[in-house]
């Protein structure tokens, strides 16, 4: 795991589970951790992770903004699927090495009644349909999510 990802997951477990009502209290409870990390990083940090600061009885609080860290979420999940194909009654997923059941659990997740279920490999994930006339519909939702790459794949094309 890369130095940022391990301190992201810090910021999360963090915010998660303590009352952080600062940027000066994060990088505290970070530095006990033994988490270095400048200002300037943690505000990048807040805004990939869709940290928000909200008012609490007890004072602001900051926390993680389901809606916007699911956006990000969605966009690194498009980058990492590489092909979608489907038989008459499945759909296989490829993705980079590593990745299939990050992307599994995120499909999971989306909580569609066209999708029974996925089964993940290390780079392969297998999505099984509610209904054989659901399949095309699950096909499309997957490849929707390969459609808008994130800003540093669409550098990565030109």
Excluded: C, W
Aim: no cysteine.
């Amino acid at each position: 795991m890369s130095a940022k990802l391990r301190r992201q997951y810090k910021i999360k477990e963090l915010l998660n589970y303590k009352f952080i009502s600062s940027h000066e209290d994060l990088l505290k409870a970070l530095h006990r951790d033994s988490v270095e990390v400048t200002q300037a990083t943690l505000s990048r940090d807040f805004a990939e992770l869709g940290v928000v600061r909200i008012f609490t009885d007890r004072g602001p609080r900051y926390v993680l903004n389901a809606d916007e860290s699911g956006k990000q979420i969605a966009k690194l999940v498009g980058f990492e699927i590489i092909s979608v194909e489907h038989s008459e009654s499945l759909i296989v997923i490829r993705t980079l090495a590593g990745r299939a059941q990050g992307v599994a659990h995120y499909i999971d997740r989306l909580n569609k009644p066209e999708i029974l279920g996925t089964v993940a490999g290390d780079d392969t994930v297998l999505v099984i349909p509610n209904t054989i006339p659901n399949l095309s519909k699950v096909v499309g939702m997957v490849k929707q999510m390969m459609a808008e790459p994130p800003s540093f794949k669409k550098k990565l094309l030109l």
